[in-house]
């Protein structure tokens, strides 16, 4: 749109200068005929040549690229801060794990584990990075990261069992639930 607007600014200008041009000119000539014409035409072309570098690229440079910059700026703000609500309205990535947990134990798929395999499969469904999930998953199924993880840790690691219960609450999955919370027992113990 902006683009359409400056070129249309300056299409409209150029014609409103050959238009003028052609209107005083019309007053010296008494009768215009096809050579008159095809002179203007002539004039136009020549007379567009020095005007686009001396007149219409200074004001591209000067107005137009600016405010594209703008725009593009704004647009970009406003996709970023849409990204980051979606990101905040989005279950952390730890309690994407630990529903997947509980609908592992409780299909009795059993397929979980702390392997490799497991979370290159894990971050293709979650969109992360393979070394994320791997150590998510160490957390879960290992005694000894639950055993090394600092207080901090275990204050992220709580706000993720509580919206993994509120996700499964809503739900009304009380197998799930059930589940869940001998998981989050195995954490609180350590």
Known sequence: MLITDYWGNATIHFLLLLGLATFITSFFNSQPNVAYFSTSVLAAIVVSIPLFPLLYLPIFNREFLPNLETVIATYQNEERAWMAKCKKDQPDNRTLLLL????????????????????VLLSRIFGVATKSMRTDLDLVFKKEKREKLDPRGRVEVGKNFNEAFTILETMQFSEGIRLLKELEQKFLQH
């Open 100 to 119: 997947f947990y509980v609908l592992d134990k409780a299909g009795k798929v059993n397929y979980l584990s702390p392997n490799d395999k497991c979370a």
